[in-house]
């Protein structure tokens, strides 16, 4: 079965840390480009982070440089995101989500698969 | 604040049709990608690149683009399209990916 399955999500307080995880299945998963997109309860979607299908190269929104970090294991078909230094503002459901194309060279913007996400709240 | 600017709200009487607009500088050099969101759901890609639509989408659902906007264009539209439409571009730059700030449709 094809799907994205995120964990890692629960209650930290303002300068502390978690790490998500998407477990994927159903594709191959070295071949595409991956995301986080987050969204904060009745807002918009956000784009945080991508990392290239290949773990080569990361890119992330401004908000998070420095914060957060991408990686991803292709012997496990999994994504990783690390987030440190957490901010009340980052309070969101977190997908994780695939790239359309198969090994994309530049970094996709259209994603036709999305976990059913994971909340993170940071509150004290 | 998002640089991808979108309708807050649009309604459509059952079986019309209706056009969502997305605009942004981006899109002078990129195509758009539009979601669908029901209340309590993951998003689901809806259409990408020039006018590709995925598997299982329907053929009532079109995309175009010219200069800085995008348009989602549903023909015939049916009460299952209500929902929350987002649209998505990579930045100018190419080192950011954008969002709109989500278009409500609403089917009368």
């Known amino acids: 079965q094809v799907q994205l399955l995120e964990s890692g999500g629960g209650v930290v307080q303002p300068g502390g840390s978690l790490r998500l995880s998407c477990a994927a299945s159903g594709f191959i998963f070295n071949n595409y480009g991956m995301h986080w997109v987050r969204q904060a309860p009745g807002k918009e979607l956000e784009w945080v982070g991508f990392s290239r299908f290949d773990g080569s190269k990361e890119s992330y929104r401004d908000s998070v440089k420095g914060r957060f970090t991408l990686s991803r294991d292709n012997s496990k078909n999994t994504l990783f995101l690390q987030m440190n230094s957490l901010r009340a503002e980052d309070t969101a459901v977190y997908y994780c989500v695939k790239d359309v194309q198969v090994a994309p060279t530049a970094m996709g913007f259209a994603y036709d698969l999305w976990g059913q996400g994971t909340v993170v709240i940071v509150s004290s | ?108």
Do not use: H
């Not at chain 2, 195509?31 to 053929?59: C, E, F, H, T």
């Not at chain 2, 348009?71 to 080192?95: F, H, K, P, V």
């Open chain 2, 1 to 108: 604040s998002s640089e991808l600017t979108q309708d807050p709200a649009v309604s459509v009487a059952l079986g019309q049709t209706v056009r969502i607009t997305c605009q942004g500088d981006s899109l002078r050099s990129n195509y758009a990608s539009w979601y669908q969101q029901k209340a309590g759901q993951a998003p689901v890609l809806v259409m990408y690149g020039k006018n590709n639509r995925p598997s299982g989408i329907p053929d009532r659902i079109s995309g175009s683009s010219s200069g800085s906007t995008a348009s989602l264009t549903i023909t015939g539209a049916q009460a299952e399209d209500e929902a929350e439409y987002y649209c998505n571009s990579r930045s100018s730059s190419g080192t950011q990916v954008l969002f709109g700030g989500g278009t409500k449709l609403t089917v009368l």
